[in-house]
């Protein structure tokens, strides 16, 4: 899902000014962090939602996107609104999956949970402080992602062995280098207007990597 809101194309051969980084990245992170607090919002709000309901805040959610990517033109004030209500729509969209696995294997959220924070930070880590021009690798995760899910499609028609597995390793792999593109736009994208577009790019990286982690460990028992 993270394709929306990632633009392999936008790093160039100038780097961000010294001084405007740090500004950047903790005005970004702040964006993150307010996100997933909607999202966590969303999700509570949403515990009892049918997954039609989910799939109805999904579109709207995507919606919220799509109009970020015009907004962020306009004004960062409406851009981080919608930023905000995107967040908390993908609450309610994921909320019917959340509440499923809470009643039935309510610790392999946690084990999800632990393992997409030292993901997040590792892979996090390894893009910010990469000099590499790393946009290569993430056009390369981006068309990745769009051959998973049409192998996810064929999956749903055609008996695959070990299908769902290979799906959640294969989005990990292809996440893995998404994550370290987006952190390293923090480092070399050339104005503070794009945070809300990042942040909704790594919130994106953290939630699809949440979610593989939690097909994974909910099959280990």
């Known amino acids: 899902m993270s394709e929306w809101a990632t633009e392999p194309s936008s790093i160039s051969g100038h780097p961000t000014a010294a001084q405007d980084v740090p500004t950047l990245f903790g005005q970004t992170m702040a964006y993150v962090a307010i996100t997933v607090g909607f999202f966590a919002l969303g999700a ?33 004030s409406l851009a981080a609104g919608l930023l905000f209500v995107f967040g908390i729509l993908m609450g309610l969209a994921v909320a019917p999956t959340l509440a499923y696995y809470a009643s039935v294997d309510s610790t392999a959220l946690w084990q999800a949970g632990g393992a997409t924070a030292l993901f997040m930070i590792a892979l996090g880590a390894a893009g910010y ?27 749903i028609f055609v008996h695959i062995p070990n299908a769902a597995l290979i799906y959640s390793i294969a989005g990990l792999v292809i996440f893995a280098g998404l994550t370290m593109f987006d952190f390293q736009r923090l480092r070399t994208k050339g104005d503070a207007a794009s945070a809300p577009l990042i942040a909704a790019s790594i919130f994106l990286d953290a939630l699809n990597v949440f979610l593989f982690f939690l097909n994974i460990f909910s099959r280990s028992d």
């Open 44 to 76: 509570y709000l949403g515990r009892n939602l049918t997954y039609g309901w989910g799939w109805v805040t999904f579109l709207g959610a995507f919606a919220c996107l799509f109009g970020m990517r015009f907004a962020v033109r306009q004004s960062a």
């Open 129 to 155: 402080g990469s000099r590499r021009d790393l946009s290569g690798i993430a056009r390369a995760c981006f068309w990745g992602l769009v051959a998973l899910i049409l192998f996810g499609i064929v999956a």
